[in-house]
Every structure is written in C-alpha cells, then in structure tokens.
C-alpha cells in the first residue's frame, strides 16, 4: 500500500534503530490500535400520457419495458394494453413480462399486482407466466414489515399450486430470506415449518441461513427450539450449523455456550473442523485468555485436526495480547517450521505484545525483520508501532515512522493520532501538532470534526497542566 520502494522502508526502520534509547521502567497500560437487462428500459409514466409509435422499436431486443412510477391499476392496464397494440414485434419472452410485473409490484399493492397479472394473461396471450412471475409476488407478499401474519403468503403460495407451479426448495428460500430482511423472524419460522410440512422443506444452505439469522437477532434458547422443532421434520444441523451458534456465541464472548455445542457436536457424530477450534480460540483472545487460547490449541492437535494458518495467526495473537509474548514467539518459530509463512498479521500482533510490555524498541527491530523477510507492513502495522513509540515516550523514533508513514500515504488511525498529538504537546511541540492535524485532514484519515476535536482537547489539557504547574 506504501508508495515509496521496499528498500526505502527497510533504511527508514534501520535508521530508527541506530540510536540507543533506554526502555521505560513500566509496561503499556492503554489500548493499542487493533490488528440486468440487456437494454436500458424506457420509462413510461404511468398517467394519462400514452407511449407513441415512435417509442416502440420494431425489433425485439429493443422491445421497451415499463417503469411504474403511480400504484393506479387502471393506468398500469391501459399503459400495458398500449404497449402490446403499439409494438409490432412483441417479445414472447415470459422475462419481458416479468420486469413489467416486477415494476408494478414495487408501487402497487400485491392484490392489485394479481389482478394486473390476470389482465396481462388474458389481455395477451402470447405470455405464458412461469415460476418467476409468481416468485415476484411471493417476493410483494413477505416484503411488508408491518404484516402481522401470513395470509399474503399463503395467497400467493395457493395461487402458485393452483397455477401448476407448487412451492420448491427456490420458493423456499426466497421466502425466507425476504421475510428476515424485513424482520419478520418469527413469521419466518412458521413458515418454514408449514411448507416442510407440505413436503417443500429448505435445503441445507436455506436451512442454516436462517439459523444465521436467528442467532443474531433471538436468544441462544430460541434458537435451540427450532432445531428441535426441525428435526421431527428430518431436518438435523449439521456441521456448519454448529459452527454457525459456535461462532455467534463467541462474538458474544459466551464461552460457557460454546463449549457445550463443541460437546453437541461431538454427541451428534461431527468431529470439529479447524473452522470450529479457531472459532473458539477466536472467543478466548476477545475475552484475553491466552491460556485457553493455548489449550485450544494442543486439544486440536490431540484430536488430529491439524493447524492453519490462520490458526498460528489466533494463537500468536492472544498470547501477545494477555502478555505472553515470548511464548508467542515461539509459535511464530513453529509456525514458520510448519509452512505457515508468517504475513502483517503475524508480525502486528507480536508488535502489539511487545509495545504492551514496553518493548517499543524490540517491536521497531521486528519490523525490519519482517522487511527483511519480504513481508509488506500494512496500516495497522505502522500505527501499532507509533502509538507503542510514542507511549513509551520514544519520540523522536515516533515522529520518524511519522515521516515514513506520510511518505507512504498511510492512514492515522484514531489511537495513533491522539498519542502522537498527546506526545508532540508534552514536548512543546505545538506547530508540530498542527502539522499532524494538516496530515491527519488531508490523508482522510479522520472526519474534520474529530480530529479537530482530538487536538483541542490535547491543546487544553497541555495548558490546563501547566497552569497547575504539573510537568508535562
């Protein structure tokens, strides 16, 4: 992302490091930053003013379709009834209808949508409605967020059985995916229910879908009864299911939960995957438990999953965030033994553990090291070693990376810009801040309002210190 060559970056970081700095005597307290058609249609208004001649093509690619822009179901007839007697070479293509249709419905209510497909049908009879026509209304029919049952559903799903085209597993999951994105959950799970009764259950990727949905927005025990209530269906979880409530759970740092569906999963014959183990080991580093993070670890080895990747990469880092740092090291040894070339991730979070301990200067010689090994840094990269810099009071070595990071055109991120800032003022170096603000403007890096906020109130409490005759 830097725009300045690989060689430059590795004398810049060398350059920092040729002068000795003693260390602080104290460890880092705060947070560190964080590692369609095939033409364009034509619009017809739906008032009054009819399409002329002049605006129907005589070739069917360039047939025009219809934009509603009124709900009027009278209008729609009469434009729909002036298209196909003013165009000579009407396509027979059931989708040409189905983009008129589709318009109508996206303004019109789904009763008067069924009667201006009924009058399409009857009026022109060249047009044969297949499943897509009926998906658009089931589409109008769960589409409300204000409909307090399905009765609308059930309409469209009776007119799609009378019309020959009963529900499948398509229906299925459209249904229930524009029923979730208009909240309506629960009504989701009734009719997930009544169409599996009737011998149009969801497939697999339908099925945990919703359960993906479910787990974000209903309680663990909600969830916990519609797959028992499935499964008198036949409908079981399978592995991705599981891994689906494992990895909700952890995001919600519920790590009591989700060794108990790592024990489900187990009794329901699934042996866990390595998506399972570093979902967990994902769990333990929000919560900084480094420990668990490392039982995690030697527990899949025990089982005969073997690591990823991105398995050292969770490791390396909750051990560097809850202090372990050497022992983090020590992985990115095993790691490198293994195949598992480490990346900016590897080395950030290593970084980051070493800045918390108060080896800023250790963290600067990694990144030469990484350099060295033909890893690129990244943004977090660079910010996690100017915040570890500047907190350890090394700021010389902070307003150097500074310069690195502006020739490069990095990003400040919100911890480092306030600690640079913080840094700069303790030292007097008021125009020097404001050079930061000017960069931190200019990059994009923060909105206006925020970075102005952030200096001012760097500005005010370097000046409120002073009045009070603290050292700063």
């Known amino acids: 992302m830097g725009k300045f060559p690989q060689a430059f970056r590795r004398a810049a970081a060398q350059s920092l490091l040729k002068t000795k700095t003693s260390s ?64 000579r070479n009407t396509p027979s293509d059931p989708s040409f209808y189905n983009s008129i249709l589709k318009s109508f419905s996206s303004v019109s209510s789904l009763q008067d949508s069924i009667l201006f497909l009924n009058h399409m049908i009857k009026t022109h009879p060249p047009f044969s409605p297949n499943r897509y026509t009926y998906h658009t209304l089931l589409v109008q029919s769960c589409s409300s967020p204000d409909e307090q049952d399905l009765s609308n559903v059930h309409n469209v799903l009776n007119l799609m059985a009378n019309s020959g085209f009963p529900p499948n597993e398509g229906s299925t999951d459209l249904a229930l995916r524009t029923l979730c994105s208009c909240g309506r959950e629960e009504q989701s799970i009734e009719l997930v229910k009544e169409l599996s009764e009737k011998n149009s259950p969801p497939d697999n990727y339908t099925y945990n879908f919703l359960v993906r949905h479910l787990v974000k927005n209903r309680s663990v025990s909600t969830v916990d009864c519609f797959l028992q209530d499935m499964k008198e269906f036949g409908i079981k979880p399978d592995l991705v299911t599981y891994t689906i409530m494992i990895d909700n759970v952890c995001n919600s740092k519920n790590l009591r939960e989700a060794t108990r569906l790592l024990g489900v999963l187990s009794e329901e014959g699934y042996k866990p995957d390595c998506y399972v183990y570093n979902t967990i080991m994902k769990g333990y580093c929000n919560l900084s438990h480094g420990s668990q993070v490392l039982e995690v670890y030697k527990k899949m080895q025990d089982e005969g999953v073997k690591p990823d990747h991105y398995t050292y990469n969770t490791l390396i880092f909750g051990l560097s965030k809850s202090g372990r740092v050497k022992e983090a090291k020590k992985y990115l040894q095993v790691m490198t033994e293994l195949g598992h070339f480490p990346d900016a991730i590897t080395y950030t979070s290593l970084m980051n553990g070493m800045c918390r301990e108060g080896d800023a200067l250790g963290a600067l010689a990694l990144l030469g090291e990484m350099e060295g090994k033909g890893c690129i840094p990244n943004s977090c990269t660079y910010n996690t070693l100017l915040h570890g810099l500047c907190k350890a009071r090394l700021l010389d070595k902070g307003v150097e990376l500074y310069e690195v990071m502006k020739k490069g055109d990095i990003k400040l991120e919100t911890g480092s810009y306030g600690t640079l800032l913080r840094a700069l003022c303790r030292n007097g170096k008021v125009a020097e801040a404001y050079e930061v603000f000017d960069y931190a403007i200019e990059s994009k890096s923060l909105t206006d309002v925020a970075a102005y906020s952030t200096l001012e109130s760097m500005l005010k409490w370097m000046r409120k210190a002073r009045e009070q005759g603290l050292k700063v």
């Open 24 to 87: 602080p005597s104290s460890a880092i307290q705060e947070q560190t930053p964080s590692p369609n058609l095939p033409y364009q249609p034509q619009k017809y208004s739906s008032s009054k003013n009819k399409p002329t001649k002049n605006n129907a093509p005589t070739t069917k690619p360039n047939a025009p379709s219809i934009i509603f822009d009124s709900p009027n179901l009278s209008d729609a007839k009469s434009i729909f009834n002036s298209l196909i007697s003013s165009s």
